[in-house]
């Protein structure tokens, strides 16, 4: 796996209100172990201030291009050559016009011109002023240039319009960033993903449901989506926002999510059942709520479809990976378990400590045995479980 450690980030803020989401973006990325180089424009700093950015990514602002803080004068080589990606976030309509122009009037500008490394531009502005026609070209001529485009998003405006423009939320760049730094070892590749609980209706108002989050579910499609896969992801209920990049699907009950994934599985190279499915479901659901009576209530259940089962007993099936949590026996049952679902590869975990953390500790069985991925927080698991399935999934394409 990539190594995000030793990433070193020059970040361009230029005058746009977005500008106060960048300070969130470099923690989100500090927290990930990149190193952020802030260089802001001068009307960047009208927005947000040089001593803000300096406190979060813990490095001198530079803004300036005869400030004091290099020597030789040269800070738009020296930044652009000490760093594997420049971010322009929030990038301007004015600025994105300077990039597809070359103009190089102020120090970002210069670095981004003087730049020998990648370059992703996250633009942010009014909607008139992103769907003018000049605008649209200059994106155009920058995707042309090899420059990736992040964004923009729908939605309200500072100025109180609805439209296209937003800025990404920082957590979508600090994703789209941490995704352009893997290598794409999974490119081309469909992955078909099952998360979070089920909900299956006792009436109009209740119903049998688990304590599955979908953490586990949607770090697996995140860091499939960062090795370049083509991510579909069937969900259950669950509070998560969809990974930047995946195709979601929600559905409500298990009966759903077979419909679902028997449509699109054909089209699949790799499908993750980490779905919480509930194994029974009510048999005759009530459409009204059912009255409480003094006596007590029966109700039939009825056992759900084996979605995995159905999707490796296919006559050509995807490379199949499917979950099991126990709450004890672990060892015995996965093993035992990945045999009856006949599939290459299962994770297992105890239900006590992964349903609903943060962190968990997976044990892989496969056909050499089983591996450990040892406790972290379930992205960091995510992208382990990738490696081990690109090795396996290619040894057996
Ligand atoms: O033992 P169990 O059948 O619950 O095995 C868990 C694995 O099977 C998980 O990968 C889960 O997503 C999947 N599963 C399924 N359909 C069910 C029950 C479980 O796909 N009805």
Redesign the pocket.
């Known amino acids: 796996m990539e190594q995000i450690q030793t990433k070193r980030i020059v970040l361009g803020i230029t005058g746009g209100i977005a500008a106060y989401k960048s300070a969130e973006l470099t923690r989100l990325l500090v927290n990930q172990g990149i190193q952020i180089q802030v260089a802001m424009t001068e009307a960047a700093c009208h927005f947000i201030t040089p001593t803000t950015m300096q406190a979060l990514s813990g490095k001198q602002v530079f803004i300036n291009q005869w400030g004091e803080h290099t020597a030789n004068h040269m800070a738009h080589i020296n930044l652009s050559r000490a760093t594997d990606a420049i971010i322009i976030a929030p990038a301007t309509a004015d600025f994105i016009a300077k990039l597809v122009h070359g103009l190089a009037d102020d120090l970002l500008s210069t670095l981004c011109l003087a730049r020998n490394c990648p370059m992703l531009v996250a633009p942010a502005m009014n909607r008139q002023m992103w769907e003018n026609p000049a605008t649209q070209r200059n994106i155009q001529q920058l995707v042309a240039d090899g420059v990736t485009i992040l964004g923009p998003a729908n939605g309200t405006q500072a100025c109180g319009e609805e439209g296209m423009g937003r800025m990404l939320e920082p957590s979508e760049l600090a994703r789209a960033v941490l995704t352009f730094f893997q290598p794409k070892l999974l490119s081309g590749v469909k992955v078909l993903l099952?998360a979070g609980p089920t909900y299956e209706a006792i009436d109009a108002v209740r119903g049998i449901t688990n304590r599955s989050s979908g953490k586990m579910g949607y770090a697996i499609a995140q860091a499939a989506l960062e090795l370049g896969a083509e991510v579909t992801l069937i969900s259950g209920p669950t509070a998560l926002p969809c990974p930047h990049g995946a195709a979601l699907m929600n559905i409500t009950s298990?009966a759903e999510m077979f419909e679902l994934v028997q449509k699109h599985v054909t089209d699949t190279d790799i499908f993750i059942?980490?779905?919480?499915?509930?194994?029974y479901r009510v048999a005759q659901p009530s459409e009204q709520k059912i009255k409480k009576s003094t006596g007590g209530l029966t109700l039939e259940l009825l056992p759900?479809?084996?979605?995995?089962?159905y999707?490796s007993g296919l006559p050509k099936p995807p490379f199949c990976?499917?979950?099991?949590?126990e709450s004890h026996n672990l060892y015995e049952y996965a093993a035992t378990?990945r045999k009856t679902?006949k599939i290459p590869l299962?994770a297992a975990n105890l239900v006590q400590q992964a349903i609903g953390a943060d962190d968990n500790e997976l044990v892989l069985f496969d056909d050499a045995g089983e591996h450990v991925l040892p406790r972290a927080n379930k992205l960091k698991l995510a992208r382990a479980l990738l490696q081990h399935i690109v090795k396996l999934y290619r040894r057996g394409n």
Do not use: E, Q, R, Y
């Open positions: 099952t298990a059942s980490v779905a919480a499915v509930a194994d759900n479809p084996d979605i995995l089962g999707v990976v499917g979950f099991a949590a378990k679902k299962l």
